[in-house]
């Protein structure tokens, strides 16, 4: 188990993290989710002993980083996959932390057939890996010491849509068998299906956190996008149980759940041809609570170029 508590860490007088805390549990997939600045990559640096905190504690199983003995038998880190010497093999990188752990060499081989590396592929040096194959190998650097906790900082970066989906099945397989995860990422989709629990920080601070049903309750009512044969026969039928109907596309966009939807046509004898959830997502939530963090879409950037004048325009004052 991973446990924040009142965590603050400061640079002079900015504070990257402010007064944080939450809890990752066993068997859960934990998102922590946040733009780019929020404090995610400090606050995991902390976890793992690189980065002082200024106040508060984290502990892992009930002991700070430094205090776990052997930590990499405890504890699986990917935080940055570039962070290993350019000029070793895949295998090599590996070889060292088997020993660094003590384990037997034949891990470094279970770890390469688990992320896909083939002989060759181990026998290159990290200068020539491609992204995609620096984060199989920091994840076989993670689980190499059969960690009861992964700490991951966007670990499907780089990998292609198979990737994508073999890193899902992973950490939903270790989450299963017990095992605590702490899932930072920028694909809010990946996120959304893998975790079971989501953190949501902003400028420092969190601003959000629950497990997924209760965050995405949080979007909004109840919603559906239906298409039918006969949509003013369907909008009838939805407006005598008192739900609203609107042009929605070749549809309707109404304010009820699928199912209330799907049980109205049956009634009315409606034959439907698409019906789908209209509920907004965890990408529409994530967007809303951190609208103040965004570069996109901010209005001090919107007034900086509004402010600055077109190539074609000379400043004011300039000579023509």
């Known amino acids: ?80 996959a570039g962070a290993q010497h350019a000029g070793r093999t895949g295998r090599e990188i590996l070889t060292l932390g088997a020993k660094t752990m003590g384990l037997p060499a034949s891990r470094v081989d279970e770890m390469l057939a688990l992320v896909s590396l083939t002989d060759a592929e181990a026998k290159r040096r990290m200068r020539n890996y491609s992204l995609g194959m620096k984060q199989r190998l920091g994840i076989a650097h993670a689980l190499l010491g059969d960690p009861s906790v992964l700490i991951l900082d966007e670990p499907a970066n780089g990998l292609d849509p198979a990737g994508i989906r073999w890193m899902r099945d992973l950490l939903k397989g270790y989450a299963n068998r017990g095992g605590t995860v702490l899932l930072s990422s920028h694909l809010l989709n990946e996120v959304e299906l893998v975790a079971d629990e989501m953190i949501l920080i902003g400028r420092g601070k969190i601003v959000a956190q629950g497990d997924k049903k209760s965050l ?52 009315a004898g409606v034959v439907l041809t698409d019906l789908r959830n209209g509920a907004r997502g965890l990408e529409d939530l994530f967007l809303e609570l951190t609208a103040g963090t965004q570069r996109e879409g901010h209005p001090d950037a919107a007034t900086q170029l509004t402010d600055q004048p077109t190539p074609s325009q000379p400043q004011q004052g300039a000579q023509a």
């Open 216 to 267: 995405l309750a949080q979007s909004g009512p109840a919603a559906s996008l239906v298409t039918s044969l006969d949509n003013e026969a369907l909008v009838r039928a939805l407006q005598a149980k008192g739900y609203a109907a609107t042009p929605a596309g070749e549809g309707l966009r109404v304010s009820a759940a699928p199912v209330e939807v799907g049980r109205a046509a049956l009634e």
């Open 1 to 80: 188990m991973i446990k924040v508590d009142r965590l603050t860490r400061t640079y002079g007088g900015f504070t990257a993290v402010d007064d944080v805390s939450f809890t990752c549990q066993p068997g859960r997939v934990t998102g922590f989710l946040g733009p780019n600045g929020a404090g995610k990559t400090t606050t995991m640096r902390v976890m793992v002993g690189l980065t002082p905190p200024t106040r508060g504690t984290v502990t892992i199983g009930g002991l700070a980083y430094h205090e776990i003995p052997n930590p990499g038998r405890h504890v699986g880190v990917l935080l940055d």
